[in-house]
C-alpha cells in the first residue's frame, strides 16, 4: 500500500530484520520498503553467519500508521524476521533534550572555595548592596525562562504542562544552538492567569528575560501585559511576537518581489488569535494599506456586537471599507493573504480571485489554509510554515537573535522598535540580489541570521543606528556552524 502523504524525518523508524543470506536479501528489503512508500535513509549490517544477516533499516515514513504499514509489509515477506523497530524521534527524546553543565572545573580545593563557600560570601553581599549586579555576576545575564502552561500547543491544543515540556524543551535547544542564550523551561501546572502571573513574577530573579509560549488568548494578552508592568525584564511572548516579526520579514521580500509598496497594499489575515492579532499590529506599526481581520465571527468590523477586548481594537483599527462578508470574499482584490488559523479554508480558484501578483502565506500546521501547490497555480509568492516546502516562515529566525540582542542590551524591556529592526534584519540577511519568489526568507540554518537580528536589536534597545546585515558566506551546515557571537 502506498500513502499518499510525504514521508518526512519526525517519522523516522529503525527496523532491526533478520533475513536469509542470498544475493538479492537486502534487494528485497529494501524494494519492499520503496513500494510501501517509504524513503530508505541507510543500512547497517549488524551481524552476520553463513545462512543469515540481520540489518538495521532506517527509513523515513509518513505518520505511525505508515510505519506500522512499512513494517507489516517486511514481515510478509518470505524468510524475513522484524526483530524490532525503534521510532527514532522518540529515541532522540529519552531523558530529555538539555542538561545544565558546570562553567567552572571545581578540581580542586581552591576552586571550590572560590566558587562555593566561603568566596561566593563576597559576591552574594556585593549582589544584596547593588542588586543590579546579578545581571553581571550570575546566571541571570544569558539565561531566559520558557514559560508555559501547556494551554495551546501549536497543532496539539490544550495538552497541559507534562505533554508541552518536549516543545519546550525543544525552544531551549534552539536557544542555545541558535543564539548562545541559555534557557530553561518552566512548565506550570496551572491555567489561572494571577497564579502564572505571580509565579512568574517570583521566578524572575534568575532570569534575563521571560520567553512566554503556548498560552492560549485570550489569557496571553493579560498575562504578558501585566508581566511587563511588573518586571524589570524583558516579556517577550513568542507565539505572538516572534511569528509577527518573521511575517514581517517575509512580507518585506515579497513585495520586493512583486514590486508592491506595504502602504498600498489591501491584507486579509485569517485567525485574530495571538499570532494574528501581533502580526496586524506589526503591518498597523509598519504603516500597511489596509488589513481585513477575519475569524469565527467573521470579518471583524465595527458593527459585530460582544467582540473581546482585543478583537474590539482590531475592529476599530482595521478594515477600513467595514467589509462584513466571508474569507472568499474578502481575499477578492486582496494583495496579501496571511494564514494563521485553520486547514483548507480556500481554494486555488479563491486565490484566482486576488489581485495580480498576490502573496500567500498559508501558516496553519501541519495542514495550511489552501494548498501551497493549488496557491502557487495563481499567486506570485507562497510560504508555509512547512519544512517540506520553499519559504518556510519559522519562528527560529527571530527569537534566538531576539533574545540575544536584549539580553547583550541588558534591555529592560521588548519593544516595537525592536520588532521593526529585527524583521528589517531577517529580510536583508537574503538580500536584494538574492530574492526571488522561492527565497524570501533566509534558512533557519543560516548562521548570519541570529547574529545579525541580536545586533539589530541591540542598537534598537540602545537607540543606535541598525548595523547592516553581514556579507553572504558560504553555506554553515548544522553541524559546522559556529554558536552565535555574544
Given at each position: 500500500?502506498?500513502?499518499?502523504?510525504?514521508?518526512?524525518?519526525?517519522?523516522?523508524?529503525?527496523i532491526?530484520?533478520?533475513?536469509?543470506?542470498?544475493?538479492?536479501?537486502?534487494?528485497?528489503?529494501?524494494t519492499?520498503?520503496?513500494?510501501?512508500?517509504?524513503?530508505?535513509?541507510a543500512?547497517?549490517?549488524?551481524d552476520?553467519?553463513?545462512?543469515g544477516?540481520?540489518?538495521?533499516l532506517?527509513?523515513d515514513?509518513?505518520?505511525?500508521?505508515?510505519?506500522?504499514?512499512?513494517?507489516?509489509?517486511?514481515?510478509a515477506?518470505?524468510?524475513?524476521?522484524?526483530?524490532?523497530v525503534?521510532?527514532r524521534?522518540?529515541?532522540?527524546?529519552l531523558?530529555?533534550?538539555?542538561?545544565v553543565?558546570?562553567?567552572?572545573?571545581?578540581?580542586?580545593?581552591?576552586e571550590?572555595?572560590?566558587?562555593?563557600?566561603p568566596?561566593?560570601a563576597r559576591?552574594?553581599?556585593?549582589?544584596?548592596?547593588?542588586?543590579?549586579?546579578?545581571?553581571r555576576?550570575t546566571i541571570?545575564?544569558?539565561t531566559?525562562?520558557?514559560?508555559?502552561?501547556g494551554?495551546a500547543?501549536?497543532?496539539?491544543?490544550?495538552?497541559?504542562?507534562?505533554?508541552?515540556?518536549?516543545?519546550?524543551?525543544?525552544?531551549?535547544?534552539?536557544f542555545?544552538?541558535?543564539?548562545g542564550?541559555?534557557?530553561?523551561?518552566?512548565?506550570?501546572?496551572?491555567?489561572?492567569?494571577?497564579?502564572?502571573?505571580?509565579?512568574v513574577?517570583?521566578?524572575?530573579?534568575?532570569y534575563?528575560?521571560?520567553?512566554?509560549?503556548?498560552?492560549?488568548?485570550?489569557?496571553?494578552?493579560?498575562?504578558?501585559?501585566?508581566?511587563?508592568?511588573l518586571l524589570?525584564?524583558?516579556?517577550?511572548h513568542d507565539?505572538?511576537?516572534?511569528?509577527a516579526i518573521?511575517?514581517?520579514?517575509?512580507?518585506t521580500n515579497?513585495?520586493?518581489?512583486?514590486?508592491?509598496?506595504?502602504s498600498?497594499?489591501?491584507?486579509?489575515?485569517s485567525?485574530?488569535?495571538?499570532?494574528?492579532t501581533?502580526?496586524?499590529?506589526l503591518?498597523l506599526?509598519?504603516?500597511?494599506?489596509d488589513?481585513?481581520?477575519?475569524?469565527?465571527?467573521?470579518?471583524?468590523?465595527?458593527?459585530?456586537?460582544?467582540?473581546?477586548p482585543?478583537?474590539?481594537?482590531?475592529?476599530?483599527?482595521t478594515?477600513?471599507?467595514?467589509?462584513?462578508?466571508?474569507?472568499?470574499?474578502?481575499?477578492?482584490?486582496?494583495?496579501?493573504?496571511?494564514?494563521?488559523?485553520?486547514?483548507?479554508?480556500?481554494?486555488?480558484?479563491?486565490?484566482a480571485?486576488?489581485?495580480?501578483?498576490s502573496?500567500?502565506?498559508?501558516?496553519?500546521?501541519?495542514?495550511?489554509e489552501?494548498?501551497?501547490?493549488?496557491?502557487r497555480?495563481?499567486?506570485?509568492?507562497?510560504?508555509t510554515?512547512?519544512?517540506?516546502q520553499?519559504?518556510?516562515?519559522?519562528?527560529?529566525?527571530?527569537?534566538?537573535?531576539v533574545?540575544?540582542?536584549?539580553?547583550?542590551?541588558?534591555?529592560?524591556?521588548?519593544?516595537e522598535?525592536?520588532?521593526?529592526?529585527?524583521?528589517?534584519?531577517?529580510?536583508?540577511?537574503v538580500?536584494?540580489?538574492?530574492?526571488?519568489?522561492?527565497v524570501i526568507?533566509?534558512?533557519?540554518?543560516?548562521?548570519?541570521?541570529?547574529?545579525?537580528?541580536?545586533?539589530?536589536?541591540?542598537?534598537a534597545?540602545?537607540?543606535?543606528?541598525?548595523?547592516?546585515?553581514?556579507?553572504?558566506?558560504?553555506?554553515?551546515?548544522?553541524?559546522?556552524?559556529?554558536p552565535?557571537?555574544?
Amino acid at each position: 500500500m502506498v500513502t499518499t502523504r510525504l514521508p518526512s524525518a519526525g517519522f523516522s523508524i529503525t527496523i532491526r530484520v533478520s533475513v536469509t543470506a542470498d544475493a538479492s536479501a537486502i534487494g528485497r528489503l529494501t524494494t519492499c520498503v520503496g513500494e510501501s512508500g517509504a524513503i530508505v535513509t541507510a543500512l547497517d549490517v549488524v551481524d552476520s553467519d553463513p545462512v543469515g544477516v540481520t540489518v538495521d533499516l532506517t527509513c523515513d515514513t509518513a505518520d505511525s500508521s505508515h510505519a506500522d504499514q512499512v513494517v507489516k509489509a517486511l514481515e510478509a515477506l518470505p524468510g524475513v524476521n522484524v526483530r524490532k523497530v525503534s521510532d527514532r524521534t522518540f529515541l532522540l527524546h529519552l531523558g530529555g533534550k538539555i542538561e545544565v553543565s558546570s562553567k567552572v572545573a571545581l578540581r580542586n580545593r581552591d576552586e571550590l572555595s572560590r566558587a562555593y563557600t566561603p568566596g561566593v560570601a563576597r559576591v552574594c553581599m556585593a549582589i544584596a548592596e547593588n542588586p543590579g549586579d546579578a545581571r553581571r555576576l550570575t546566571i541571570k545575564r544569558n539565561t531566559v525562562a520558557v514559560v508555559s502552561d501547556g494551554s495551546a500547543v501549536l497543532g496539539l491544543g490544550n495538552i497541559g504542562p507534562y505533554a508541552a515540556m518536549p516543545v519546550m524543551e525543544g525552544k531551549a535547544a534552539l536557544f542555545k544552538r541558535f543564539g548562545g542564550v541559555d534557557a530553561w523551561p518552566v512548565v506550570l501546572d496551572t491555567q489561572d492567569t494571577d497564579e502564572i502571573v505571580a509565579i512568574v513574577r517570583a521566578i524572575a530573579p534568575a532570569y534575563g528575560g521571560i520567553n512566554l509560549e503556548d498560552i492560549a488568548a485570550p489569557r496571553c494578552f493579560e498575562i504578558e501585559e501585566r508581566l511587563r508592568e511588573l518586571l524589570d525584564i524583558p516579556v517577550f511572548h513568542d507565539d505572538q511576537h516572534g511569528t509577527a516579526i518573521c511575517v514581517l520579514a517575509a512580507l518585506t521580500n515579497a513585495l520586493r518581489v512583486v514590486g508592491k509598496e506595504i502602504s498600498q497594499v489591501r491584507v486579509v489575515v485569517s485567525g485574530a488569535g495571538a499570532a494574528g492579532t501581533a502580526i496586524m499590529k506589526l503591518l498597523l506599526r509598519q504603516g500597511v494599506g489596509d488589513i481585513i481581520a477575519y475569524d469565527r465571527p467573521g470579518a471583524l468590523h465595527r458593527g459585530l456586537p460582544d467582540l473581546t477586548p482585543s478583537w474590539q481594537w482590531l475592529a476599530e483599527n482595521t478594515n477600513k471599507t467595514q467589509y462584513a462578508g466571508d474569507l472568499k470574499g474578502a481575499v477578492r482584490g486582496a494583495d496579501v493573504f496571511i494564514g494563521v488559523s485553520a486547514p483548507n479554508l480556500l481554494t486555488g480558484d479563491d486565490i484566482a480571485t486576488m489581485a495580480d501578483r498576490s502573496i500567500v502565506f498559508a501558516l496553519a500546521n501541519p495542514d495550511p489554509e489552501v494548498d501551497p501547490r493549488a496557491a502557487r497555480e495563481h499567486a506570485a509568492v507562497v510560504a508555509t510554515g512547512r519544512s517540506d516546502q520553499p519559504n518556510q516562515i519559522n519562528n527560529v529566525l527571530a527569537f534566538p537573535g531576539v533574545f540575544r540582542g536584549m539580553l547583550d542590551a541588558h534591555a529592560e524591556e521588548f519593544t516595537e522598535e525592536m520588532a521593526l529592526a529585527a524583521a528589517r534584519a531577517i529580510a536583508d540577511v537574503v538580500g536584494e540580489d538574492k530574492i526571488n519568489p522561492t527565497v524570501i526568507v533566509p534558512s533557519v540554518f543560516d548562521a548570519r541570521v541570529a547574529p545579525a537580528v541580536a545586533a539589530a536589536v541591540r542598537a534598537a534597545a540602545e537607540g543606535k543606528p541598525v548595523p547592516p546585515p553581514p556579507p553572504a558566506a558560504e553555506p554553515v551546515s548544522l553541524d559546522t556552524a559556529p554558536p552565535a557571537v555574544l
